[in-house]
């Protein structure tokens, strides 16, 4: 009897696990993921429409970091507004969204930092395009902002980037958690084993996967050829009939966040995370 009420308890303890989710920092993160499909026209004058509208001071010292043979391409600044450094990756745009589905594949990279872990190739090789870039960017502006706050974040392919990036932040901020991790519309990233392993790494004080609606990417690859998303998911069922309600998800694949969708197909929902028009708050700025 007291094995079978230690196991509900410990059951229990489980389903009750939570996280911070800061609802206001992640929108404001999520703007400057719209931001990064802008072009540096725009985005050095800080004139990019409904994006630079949501942190209107900016990015200072704003460098835009990209790759000659993919879509790689990263904003990092310090933002006033958040007393941050900013490290935005951008995803695949919205003319290129097609192309994107058609060329996710399945094989995966062995990953060097924990064992038996395996990621995405493509992922994988569009982050070390610009990874030295990365690097050397944020460790200058980490000396000259010491205080500041560090953010990471980014959409769709952006998003898993963001994911990549992550060790390397970390390690460059002194081996100290960065402030937030939100990202938006993820796909998975690796194997069952990069899940495990970098949900128990702690690399932020506050991180989450943001999906929406039947946004089909996060649905990609495919759990059957052993593709795995990491914890902590805040999924927002509806926006056009709830609003922006949430539900919070401790454990990755959880039945009661995206996971509940049988076929998510709609497109629609990967480009209006909290109900923006994402396509047209880029289509003046591209």
């Known amino acids: 009897m007291k094995l079978v009420l230690t196991i509900l308890i410990l059951i229990s303890l489980a389903s009750c696990q939570t996280f911070t989710y800061n609802q206001n ?125 560090v953010y990471v974040t980014g959409h769709s392919l952006g998003a898993a980037l963001g994911a990549l990036s992550l060790p390397d932040i970390y390690k460059l901020n002194n081996n100290q958690k960065i402030n937030a991790f939100y990202n938006f519309g993820s796909p998975r990233v690796g194997n069952q084993d990069y899940a495990t392993w970098f949900s128990a790494q702690n690399f932020a004080i506050e991180y989450a996967r943001v999906t929406n609606g039947a946004d089909p990417v996060p649905e990609m690859p495919a759990e059957w050829v052993n593709y795995r998303h990491y914890n902590h998911e805040v999924y927002y069922p509806n926006v056009s009939q709830n609003g922006l309600q949430y539900v919070q998800c401790y454990y990755s694949e959880d039945s009661n966040c995206e996971d509940r969708i049988f076929f998510a197909t709609n497109i629609n929902d990967h480009l209006g995370y909290y109900g923006w028009n994402w396509t047209s708050a880029t289509a003046g700025c591209e």
């Open 25 to 149: 920092l992640a929108q404001k993160l999520a703007a400057f993921s719209i931001a990064s499909y802008c072009t540096s026209s725009y985005l050095q004058n800080w004139n990019c429409g409904f994006a630079c509208q949501q942190n209107q001071q900016g990015l200072k010292n704003l460098q835009i970091i990209s790759s000659t043979t993919s879509y790689s391409t990263a904003l990092v600044g310090y933002s006033p507004d958040l007393n941050g450094i900013i490290i935005a990756f951008r995803g695949t745009t919205s003319a290129h969204i097609q192309t994107f589905f058609t060329d996710l594949k399945i094989l995966k990279s062995s990953y060097p930092l924990c064992q038996n872990c395996y990621v995405h190739s493509g992922f994988y090789s569009s982050y070390q395009e610009i990874q030295q870039q990365i690097m050397s960017t944020f460790t200058s502006l980490r000396q000259q902002y010491p205080q500041a706050n």
